[in-house]
């Protein structure tokens, strides 16, 4: 479901982004390659959904 994708990019914006945001270590530390491709799956999905949306209107 999209919402849910959606919901676990949310959780890992702030963390992924600044890099004082986790208190042990810097972002790059804190993600697997594994992780990180899902999440980039996830925001492809969330982009083609979107765009399919706006193309209906």
Aim: glycine residues 4%.
């Amino acid at each position: 479901m999209v919402k849910d994708k959606a919901l676990e990019i949310d959780k890992a914006y702030i963390p992924s982004r600044y890099p004082d945001a986790h208190l042990s270590g810097a972002p790059w530390n804190k993600y697997t390659r594994q992780e990180a491709g899902r999440l980039v799956d996830y925001a492809r999905e969330i982009f083609q959904f979107c765009s399919d949306l706006l193309s209906r209107i």
